[in-house]
């Protein structure tokens, strides 16, 4: 028995096995991961929870390449380096434009998020203003109905007080015309 193993019925049994499960391949769809592995939920926004987001996302934006070659177990430390080294030399032409495409993504994706950031808190002050001003609006306008009844009040009793005065007038007139009779009796009868 030869126990070389030859490359190409090596090949030729996961060609002939990949044929075989062409169409068992399920690959997983975006809306599925999203169903399964996240359990988020429309739930009210938390800036807090946004924010610790946001800072989980600026830290982590930048992928390395070249990370450190080793291996768990001591003894087979040098061989896996050496074998991790060739499979990375001869991935790098594929792999290092993914790296840095990927780092540009994600860059920009923390720059966007930076920026809702921002938007947020001005929308949260102008928001606080907003209702400091309609606070200051509604109690402008309390006191301004205050004022216009207080106002009204005051010209009723102005109009009151003018009737009276206008009475009293008469009433002064009315005396003074009698005792201007009594004193000069002659002008009445002639």
């Known amino acids: 028995m030869d126990d070389t193993i030859y490359i190409k019925n090596v090949l030729k049994d996961i060609w002939t096995d990949a044929v075989a499960e062409e169409n068992k391949c399920e690959i997983i769809k975006f809306d599925d991961f999203l169903i399964t592995q996240s359990h988020t939920s429309c739930s009210k926004f938390n800036k807090t929870a946004f924010a610790s987001d946001l800072a989980v ?7 390395e390449y070249y990370t450190k070659l080793g291996s768990y177990k001591n003894k087979f430390n040098s061989v896996v380096a050496l074998i991790k080294r060739v499979i990375r030399k001869s991935a790098k032409f594929i792999i290092y434009p993914m790296v840095v ?13 930076q920026h809702i950031n921002s938007y947020l808190n001005t929308q949260e ?14 109690q402008n306008a309390q006191n301004a109905e205050i004022n216009s009844k207080q106002l009204y009040t005051i010209m009723l009793e102005l109009d009151l007080l003018k009737e009276e005065n206008r009475k009293l007038r008469n009433e002064i007139n009315r005396i003074g015309g009698e005792k201007q009779n009594e004193d000069n009796p002659d002008s009445t009868n002639s």
């Open 101 to 113: 495409q990927q780092n540009s993504i994600n860059l920009h994706t923390a720059r966007c998020f």
């Open 57 to 63: 996302i600026k830290n982590n934006s930048h992928l």
């Open 125 to 138: 002050d102008t928001s606080q203003k907003l209702s400091m001003l309609e606070r200051s609006t509604l």
